[in-house]
């Protein structure tokens, strides 16, 4: 009896301190990562553990497609209207770029087409991380690389903050959705897009259709600052994580750390060209250099909120750039699938 209960057991100690842990170090998407360890303690033990169900991982993708979908609320929205060429342009060029440069990852002879067009797209991180193992790309690579670059533009802020000088300010409480309202705006939009993806399946489809079923709520108004709620964001890290984690072995862990020195080459060199579409963007357009560079950054999104917040910034512009690009991003999805199939 022990010798059964004493993985899972272990299993559910190594996920809870991991996400204490990870949590108070301010982690992007803690409970990503501490799912992925307990996962790779549960596969690490010699088990067959039973990790999440299938349908547990299409829920847990409809709730992540939501969230981005409530992104776009009305403010953003009007931002978008109002500066659509500017988006157009930043958008296209900050993808086409991390694209390009990320299959300097091809020359390692374990990465393929796929993983090395899903490791690299600028922004929806999560999204491309869930859809990596549908579309047939090595979850575990695209995993650690689109972190790696989220990582890179966390810490590099600070340093952009000191050069470019935005000013501070004080940040009052952030209006947001009562929980009820959130419950309800999540239901409706999850059990959408779970119903669409029944009927219509592709690659990426549990991400997508649920974050157009967002995006319409989110646009009609009936929801003032819709958002998910925390808990269920916070499961659906968690189930993902678990899965990605369950699937790891010793293997791919030296796999995936064979991909790191080329890895860390194209995440700086993608890093530094969005830096310089954001350059561009401001000499060509009246938007300040600070602002520029957060809407063009390749990713990390929370970090780029929260500055915008905290500093003298246009949140809803820098906003626009990034959910834009993110949502862009996903629906093309099915399309960067293809491509990475072909040419994998």
């Not at 670059?149 to 802020?157: D, E, I």
């Not at 809803?316 to 994998?344: C, W």
Request: include cysteine; glycine fraction near 10%; charge should be positive.
């Amino acid at each position: 009896m022990f010798s059964r209960v004493a993985p899972r057991l272990l299993v559910a100690v190594v996920t809870a301190l991991s996400a204490v842990l990870l949590t108070w170090l301010d982690v992007p998407a803690a409970l990503l990562f501490s799912g992925v360890l307990g996962g790779l303690t549960a596969s690490s033990t010699g088990r067959r553990e039973p990790g999440p169900t299938r349908f547990a991982g299409t829920v847990a993708q409809a709730v992540l497609g939501a969230s981005i979908g409530a992104m776009a609320d009305r403010t953003v929205l009007g931002e978008v209207a109002r500066h659509w060429q500017a988006i157009l342009v930043v958008v296209t060029a900050t993808l086409v770029v991390s694209t390009g440069v990320g299959q300097l990852l091809r020359l390692l002879p374990t990465v393929d087409g796929r993983t090395a067009v899903f490791s690299s797209v600028a922004g929806g991180a999560v999204g491309f991380i869930t859809g990596a193992r549908e579309a047939g790309a090595d979850e575990h690579v695209v995993m650690v690389v689109q972190y790696l670059r989220v990582l890179l533009v966390l810490v590099s802020m600070p340093a952009v903050v000191l050069w470019l000088d935005p000013g501070s300010r004080a940040v009052g409480d952030q209006v947001s959705a009562s929980a009820a309202k959130s419950a309800l705006f999540a239901l409706l939009a999850v059990t959408a897009g779970l119903v669409a993806n029944r009927l219509l399946a592709f690659a990426g489809s549990a991400l997508v259709w649920p974050m157009l079923a967002a995006l319409g709520l989110a646009a009609c108004g009936l929801f003032d600052h819709p958002a998910m709620p925390t808990a269920a964001l916070g499961a659906a890290f968690l189930v993902v994580g678990l899965q990605i984690g369950s699937s790891l072995s010793l293997d791919k862990v030296r796999a995936v750390t064979r991909v790191l020195p080329l890895a860390g080459v194209q995440i700086v060199a993608t890093v530094a060209a969005c830096a310089l579409v954001g350059v561009g963007l401001s000499r060509l357009t009246s938007i300040s250099a600070y602002d520029a560079y957060l809407a063009s950054t390749p990713g990390g999104l929370s970090a780029v909120l929260g500055l915008s917040l905290a500093t003298e910034s246009n949140t809803p512009l820098v906003m626009a750039f990034q959910v834009t690009r993110l949502v862009v991003s996903l629906l093309l999805l099915p399309l960067f699938a293809t491509v990475g199939r072909r040419d994998g």
